[in-house]
């Protein structure tokens, strides 16, 4: 069907009023020394992002972030078939292998990034397992141990990236103080050495290379779990803006896709006129767009096949057939 051009007649009537939104994590060059100890699930070679941009130059109309804010103030309308490229987190390799394969393809982005990571060598301490992991240095049974003496019940001890990733869902229900404790004692095997989020000159060339900045919280806690929300929102803004000398960012995501009504009103309040979830839809456009919006992920199952070919035949089945509803 895609072959054939029936998936593309498909997408051109059905997704014509629509926004859709993709979200990517990291980007690195297979070459880079990141790349042996990175999340897989999270991570695309900066082949497949250049393969991937093409696709969305062929399908779609790729917008920035100021034309999806003069569509949702009413100043102007989207093209049919917009589509928003985001990053979410702010990894250094997004300036380092994004941006360049965004300006060879002419096309603009968004960041989202977390305020207190924001010239910080490490990554968030699940990355840092991960790696660490991927190393050898730590194992899924050492983890799975120590939390069961805290009464984390039984896991799984198996060596698979499945078990550790059910150690990770534990340690992040912990209690910020606790979870430090608990991986005290591997303080050193979970530091690689290497850079992997950005500094305020990555944002500024980021900024100057068309990709438009937002946030995602102020330390990446989920905001369902945040000691304190308007910290994660109003003071996230602040803190971009004082360290970027900038005016305050006026759209953001929520940190692993967690939110609420409740939430989604408090960040309306703290002054982002654009809110974005990881809910996998595509948004409607009626004249103005909802200020709540919906985005899909992606990750490297999506487009490349167990050979490791990119398909964009599955990224159309992604993409095209997403549900197609308001968010707001």
């Known amino acids: 069907m895609y072959a054939c051009g029936l998936l593309g007649l498909y997408h051109r009537i059905r997704n014509a009023p629509s926004l859709t939104v993709v979200m990517f994590h990291r980007t690195l060059d297979p070459a880079?020394?990141?790349?042996?100890?990175?999340?897989?699930?999270?991570?695309?070679?900066?082949?497949?992002?250049?393969?991937?941009?093409?696709?969305?130059?062929?399908?779609?109309?790729?917008?920035?972030?100021?034309?999806?804010?003069?569509?949702?103030?009413?100043?102007?309308?989207?093209?049919?078939?917009?589509?928003?490229?985001?990053?979410?987190?702010?990894?250094?390799?997004?300036?380092e292998f994004a941006l360049p394969?965004?300006?060879?393809?002419?096309?603009?982005?968004?960041?989202?990034?977390?305020?207190?990571?924001?010239?910080?060598r490490q990554p968030f301490f699940q990355e840092q397992i991960i790696a660490a992991w991927r190393h050898?240095?730590?194992?899924?049974?050492?983890?799975?141990?120590?939390?069961?003496?805290?009464?984390?019940?039984?896991?799984?001890?198996?060596?698979?990236?499945?078990?550790?990733?059910?150690?990770?869902?534990?340690?992040?229900?912990?209690d910020p103080a606790a979870r430090s404790t608990l991986l005290a004692p591997y303080a050193d095997v979970l530091d690689d050495g290497l850079r992997h989020m950005v500094e305020v000159e990555d944002l500024h060339n980021l900024e100057r290379g068309g990709v438009a900045l937002g946030l995602h919280g102020k330390t990446h806690t989920p905001m369902t779990?945040?000691?304190?929300?308007?910290?994660?929102?109003?003071?996230?803004?602040?803190?971009?803006?004082?360290?970027?000398?900038?005016?305050?960012?006026?759209?953001?995501?929520?940190?692993?896709?967690?939110?609420?009504?409740?939430?989604?009103?408090?960040?309306?309040?703290?002054?982002?006129?654009?809110?974005?979830?990881?809910?996998?839809v595509l948004n409607p456009v009626h004249g103005r767009i909802g200020w709540l919006l919906g985005r899909t992920g992606f990750d490297t199952d999506t487009v490349v096949d167990p050979r490791g070919r990119f398909r964009p035949d599955l990224l159309a089945l992604s993409l095209f057939r997403a549900p197609l509803r308001a968010v707001s």
């Open 32 to 95: 880079d020394p990141r790349w042996r100890s990175c999340d897989p699930d999270y991570t695309i070679s900066v082949d497949v992002l250049r393969r991937s941009l093409d696709f969305f130059r062929k399908h779609y109309n790729v917008v920035s972030l100021q034309q999806v804010l003069e569509a949702r103030r009413g100043a102007a309308a989207l093209p049919p078939r917009a589509l928003l490229i985001t990053f979410d987190d702010g990894w250094a390799d997004n300036a």
């Open 101 to 120: 394969e965004l300006q060879r393809a002419g096309l603009p982005g968004l960041m989202f990034v977390v305020a207190d990571a924001v010239g910080r």
């Open 136 to 174: 050898g240095k730590v194992r899924v049974a050492q983890l799975a141990q120590a939390l069961a003496a805290q009464g984390a019940g039984s896991l799984s001890q198996q060596e698979t990236v499945e078990a550790l990733r059910g150690v990770l869902l534990v340690l992040e229900r912990l």
């Open 225 to 280: 779990r945040a000691p304190d929300l308007d910290a994660e929102l109003a003071g996230a803004r602040t803190l971009l803006a004082e360290r970027m000398g900038a005016a305050a960012a006026v759209s953001m995501s929520f940190p692993h896709g967690m939110y609420d009504a409740a939430i989604a009103a408090s960040a309306r309040d703290a002054g982002y006129e654009l809110v974005f979830t990881s809910d996998p």
